[in-house]
């Protein structure tokens, strides 16, 4: 299989990783969605605006993840911004989701552990 679905531009391509995560994203919300007990917790504008939250802090932690452990490798602050050429990190995704939903759930008193545990369910879904 091709790493590279589509080439847009330049250094711009939509590949092969990239819709694989993305239909994972999509499945995790739409079980979470449907999920009868999501109900209980949490509506669903609540669980929408989360969502958008979780995807821009996931991409944040996983960037800066990377750049602390290979700083070494950017030549300008030019290369910190340039996510097409890669360098992004899972483990950062998780720690940086472990630090902001639970602020998040405490913020507008969602159970924290309940929530976590139905979010749970399905994040193998996303990876």
Not at 36 to 61: Q, S
Not at 75 to 89: Q, R
Not at 97 to 105: E, Q
Request: with cysteine; net charge negative.
């Amino acid at each position: 299989m091709s790493p590279v679905v589509l080439h847009i531009y330049g250094p711009l391509s939509i590949h092969t990783y990239g819709i694989a995560i993305a239909c994972g994203l999509f499945l995790f919300f739409y079980q979470l969605v449907q999920n009868p007990e999501r109900a209980k917790i949490i509506d669903e504008d609540h669980l929408t605006w989360l969502f958008m939250v979780n995807i821009i802090v996931g991409l944040l932690g996983a960037r800066m993840l990377h750049i602390i452990n290979s700083h070494d490798s950017y030549e300008s602050w030019y290369d910190i911004f340039a996510l097409w050429n890669g360098g992004l990190s899972v483990l950062g995704v998780l720690v940086a989701l472990t630090i902001v939903n639970p602020l998040y759930f405490l913020y507008y008193k969602i159970p924290v552990f309940r929530m976590m545990d139905l979010g749970a369910l399905y994040a193998p879904l996303v990876h």
